[in-house]
């Protein structure tokens, strides 16, 4: 849905349909370099995978889903 690389937070809408707001953290370079060099963009097909830290949601994976 959105992505803001200054703050490192993006957001997804999930298959259940609620909005997710997932920061990226600043060790997760593989994840930010896909961002980054536009391998996954807005509106990408994503599988992600987050986990809850001090209030805020932190990516631990994510790429994108395989084309038909």
Known sequence: ???DLETRTIVIT?????????TI?????ETL????EKRI???DAVR????????????TSFRKTAGC
């Open 1 to 3: 849905k959105s992505i």
């Open 33 to 36: 370099n896909k961002f980054k």
């Open 41 to 43: 963009q807005v509106d």
């Open 14 to 22: 999930t298959v259940n349909g609620p909005e997710v707001a997932i």
């Open 48 to 59: 992600g995978k987050y986990v809850t830290k001090e209030g805020k949601n932190v990516a």
């Open 25 to 29: 953290s600043d060790a997760d370079t």
